[in-house]
């Protein structure tokens, strides 16, 4: 009877020594510090701290509107420093707290945070997402309010209108392609690798084609065809992923155009627009100045009447008939011009020239310039003539040659921005954001070509 009380006493003393041992083992966590401010906007706030233990299961958020009553917003699992709060108000304060906890417990709050959001102004910042590498790729929107977006990282970003994101499908090479969008939400990119990529709208792979060189924005036909120029070549793509055609162009950068007639317009390497029948022929093409150092890296663009735009590394914007003849040219100052012109009402044409000059011209006549900074992004016009243009220090925006905001960012933009029916302007930035701008441009104008590649889906087809 003794062994068994001693057996029972050892057994609970036992328990109790482990039980012990459990609670030195994993106390709970140590209290995060140093919560911070790490940028804010009219729709977004993000946040970050210090994570100062080890042994944590993860993080709680908290948010308060008064100060006093917090609300629990967010559990992000261990080794996290940072949130990003994107269900908050234009012009409005938010408190927060956060704090980490374990099996054992929970760990003290950590300081609490004031943060008032921007207001819905014009040029102020609305959120910005981040991805790992920088973007040259100029967004797209699909008919749903998605933004779609290519990143030196090799993911192809489908972020919702509101800043998350949907999905990302990571490809075998950077990206500096821009994403283009058919009628059935498919999204269309080039990668680094070579491949042009079909990717389903949830962000799966539909089929990808290997080309000989890095694939530009790829330009959608009427029928479904996709044109994409990659290394020396004009390839057509049919919707099913096999080849229908290519045509050879010499190494260029240039990006196709379609007109209302099937006509595909692209800069080839040898300082010549080529147009090309639908059928994969040789209709015409056009010797723009040549710069032995630089081939051709605009982008053509189509006006009334079917017009071509399309600047050359000579320093000149070239406006060509639908025949191969010259309608007339402007002399912008300097030569290796990068960006592509886009077309206004009345054919008014907006390009950045290589001099750093924002240019609007008008059958051969400049109408005004506005001094930015030199990049390759090409010309966004709303609807209320605003034209929105990157630069090395950010975001321009110029009314009839009077600047009428910028917003700063880190680096330089060469991506274009594009614009949603809602005002808001979605463009990317070397600093490896996208950024989305508050503007009170209710969408592009109404006009031939106000964007690049003609409109948010990047179609590159004039309707």
């Not at 009219?42 to 509107?65: C, H, M, P, Q, V």
């Not at 981040?130 to 990143?151: M, Q």
């Not at 054919?347 to 390759?376: C, E, F, H, Q, R």
């Not at 090409?378 to 630069?391: L, Q």
Request: aromatic share 12%; proline share 6%; charged share 15%.
């Amino acid at each position: 009877m003794k062994n068994i009380k001693f057996l029972y006493l050892i057994t609970v003393l036992t328990v109790i020594f482990l039980l012990s041992g459990c609670i030195l083992i994993f106390p709970p966590p140590t209290t995060p510090t140093n919560l911070r401010l790490v940028w804010r906007a009219s729709n977004g706030i993000a946040l970050s701290w210090n994570d100062n233990s080890t042994n944590e299961k993860g993080f709680k958020i908290e948010r308060s509107t008064d100060g006093a009553t917090f609300l629990q917003i967010k559990i992000l699992p261990s080794n996290i420093t940072s949130y990003t709060d994107l269900t908050v108000e234009p012009d409005s304060t938010y408190v927060y707290r956060v704090k980490a906890y374990n099996f054992s417990g929970s760990s003290k709050w950590s300081n609490t945070l004031s943060v008032k959001t921007l207001s819905a102004s014009p040029g102020n910042l609305k959120w910005k997402f981040l991805t790992k590498g920088e973007i040259y790729s100029s967004p797209a929107i699909d008919l749903n309010g998605i933004v779609y977006v290519g990143s030196k990282d090799g993911n192809l970003y489908a972020i919702n209108s509101d800043g998350s994101l949907k999905w990302k499908y990571l490809t075998s090479g950077k990206i500096y392609s821009s994403p283009a969008i058919d009628s059935n939400n498919v999204v269309y990119i080039g990668s680094e690798d070579g491949n042009l990529y079909a990717i389903e709208p949830s962000g799966t792979l539909k089929w990808k084609y290997q080309t000989n060189g890095t694939p530009s924005c790829p330009a959608i036909g009427a029928t479904g065809t996709v044109y994409v120029r990659s290394g020396s070549n004009l390839y057509a793509i049919n919707p099913d992923g096999t080849l229908k055609w290519k045509y050879p162009i010499g190494l260029a950068f240039s990006s196709p155009a379609i007109d209302s007639n099937s006509t595909i317009y692209v800069g080839g390497g040898d300082w010549y627009l080529y147009a090309i029948n639908p059928n994969g022929t040789l209709r015409w093409k056009f010797k723009t100045g040549v710069v032995f150092s630089m081939p051709l890296v605009s982008s053509p663009s189509i006006g009334a009447s079917d017009t071509i735009y399309m600047a050359s590394v000579d320093g000149n914007l070239y406006a060509i008939t639908p025949i191969g003849t010259l309608l007339w040219k402007y002399k912008m100052n300097g030569i290796k011009t990068q960006s592509s012109p886009v077309v206004g009402k009345g054919d008014d044409i907006y390009i950045g020239g290589p001099d750093g000059n924002l240019y609007a011209v008008n059958n051969g006549i400049l109408k005004w310039k506005y001094s930015t900074t030199y990049t390759s992004s090409v010309p966004a016009i709303g609807e209320n003539a605003t034209v929105y243009v990157g630069g090395t220090d950010g975001l321009y925006a110029v009314k009839d040659g009077a600047l009428m905001w910028k917003l700063k960012t880190s680096d330089r933009i060469d991506s274009s921005p594009t614009i949603g029916n809602d005002g808001t302007i979605y463009v990317g930035c070397e600093d490896g954001y996208l950024y989305a701008i508050n503007s009170n441009s209710q969408g592009l104008a109404n006009s031939p070509w106000p964007v690049f590649h003609h409109d948010p889906l990047h179609t590159g087809r004039q309707k």
